[in-house]
């Protein structure tokens, strides 16, 4: 392998595996920042090592074992004197007299860790803004960019945030748990924001060459499902749980044979999940009953359950949608809502009038990076015959676009455009 595929492969697994170290030190730490670094470290005496060694065969156990070990030196050094500190290192101590090799998996099983990190994350302590841009970065994984991309924020903006909640974390000691009762409904909001980006982050790829990454999806499924477990009579725990199912069930259709996009009225129906659809329909019918039906994700999520129902692309009703993306922006006051809502006027009254509310998003300071807008845009003038405008629009979308997948389709749309301008 060259020095350059090696170290595509180390971030690769790094991606994958920072999530399962910071949860891991974290627990065995109760130091949620420290846990941080400390995997960091591990990812530095990789990239010193491996292009020389090679990759491990099990990459995970080798940078899991490098953290513990460097997590307890760490501890060693700084040789604490009270209680707390004293248990740790001796748990630590009698964990490495049976340390396994490096190939061989650790923790394979961490349960609803994860979950309990994002819980502590999200301490009312911090910042809303700045405790999901810290669950994101360093639970999940997520780069500081893709955060940015998220809240259609500068990356500068999201790097303080990130900063500031991980010196209250240090400065506060904050418990390492799972809270009950009130403590949870406190932290709930911000939990199911950091779930929900979790799973569109990759559901559409910011970033790379693939469409979406389905283990961000998979993640973001499990952290929701447990959610359910520890949450059982929140409303929109279940709702969201309903929208990554219902969105989950279409995997298999979004992408042809070489990994391009596939528009989800062309999409073949036939190859969505039926059964995780019924989940998703349930889930949202429980949410429903519990009186949510009226909330964010219960809205998104009756939004793709419209489409989740219709057998064919005709059979959508659109207007539903519409009605649906209207209620959603009252809550949320979004302009992304209304450039979804404005693709449903489009699907109902026409593109026309759903040109007149896309021209009125132009000046949208969140929106001016945002390659969404100049792609919907695009594809309404086409609808209406102006191919020069929307060549231009689809040139523009594709120049934003960080996704290589979406670059290509939206190039391929331009074309599309010039060749009918001729």
């Avoid at 030196?73 to 500190?85: E, G, I, P, S, Y």
């Avoid at 394979?108 to 911090?126: K, N, W």
């Avoid at 450039?339 to 040109?355: F, H």
Wanted: charged fraction near 25%; aromatic fraction near 4%.
């Amino acid at each position: 392998m060259t020095a350059a595929g090696t170290h595509q492969t180390i971030l690769a697994v790094w991606r994958i595996e920072q999530p399962r170290l910071i949860t891991s030190l974290a627990r065995l730490l109760r130091d949620v920042p420290l846990a941080e670094d400390l995997t960091q470290e591990a990812l530095t005496v990789a990239l010193e090592r491996w292009p020389k060694t090679g990759i491990p065969e099990r990459p995970g156990a080798w940078l899991m074992t490098t953290a513990k070990r460097r997590a307890l030196d760490h501890l060693r050094r700084r040789r604490m004197l009270d209680q707390k500190h004293q248990m740790i290192v001796r748990e630590m101590e009698e964990e490495e007299q049976i340390m396994p090799d490096l190939d061989t998996p650790l923790d394979d099983d961490i349960g609803d860790e994860m979950l309990r990190l994002i819980f502590t994350a999200c301490h009312p302590l911090i910042s809303r803004e700045a405790r999901v841009a810290l669950a994101l970065r360093m639970i999940c994984g997520l780069t500081t960019q893709e955060i940015a991309r998220a809240y259609l924020a500068s990356e500068a903006t999201i790097a303080q945030r990130i900063l500031r909640a991980k010196k209250t974390l240090s400065d506060s000691g904050l418990a390492y748990e799972t809270p009950h009762g009130e403590q949870l409904s406190q932290r709930l909001a911000s939990v199911l924001e950091v779930i929900y980006l979790i799973f569109n982050g990759g559901y559409t790829a910011a970033r790379g060459d693939n469409w979406f990454r389905l283990q961000l999806c998979n993640e973001a499924l499990r952290l929701g499902r447990v959610l359910t477990s520890v949450a059982p009579l929140e409303p929109e725990a279940h709702a969201l749980l309903a929208l990554m199912e219902l969105n989950a069930s279409r995997a298999a259709a979004r992408t042809d044979a070489a990994g391009d996009p596939i528009l989800l009225l062309e999409q073949n129906r036939d190859r969505w999940d039926r059964l995780q659809i019924q989940r998703g329909l349930k889930a949202l019918m429980r949410a429903e009953e519990l009186g949510g039906a009226g909330g964010i994700y219960a809205l998104q999520a009756a939004i793709i359950a419209c489409h989740a129902r219709a057998m064919t692309a005709d059979e959508t009703d659109w207007r539903h949608i519409a009605g649906l993306y209207a209620e959603l922006a009252g809550l949320l006051h979004s302009p992304i809502v209304e450039l979804n809502r404005a693709v449903a006027i489009g699907m109902v009254e026409g593109p026309e009038a759903a040109l007149d509310i896309i021209e009125s998003l132009r000046d949208e300071p969140a929106l001016k990076d945002y390659h969404l807008l100049p792609s919907v845009r695009g594809d309404l003038l086409y609808k209406l015959g102006r191919y020069d405008e929307a060549w231009r629009a689809f040139q523009a979308a594709a120049a934003l676009a960080e996704n290589k997948r979406e670059h290509d389709f939206l190039m391929r749309r331009a074309g599309e455009a010039a060749a009918a301008k001729r």
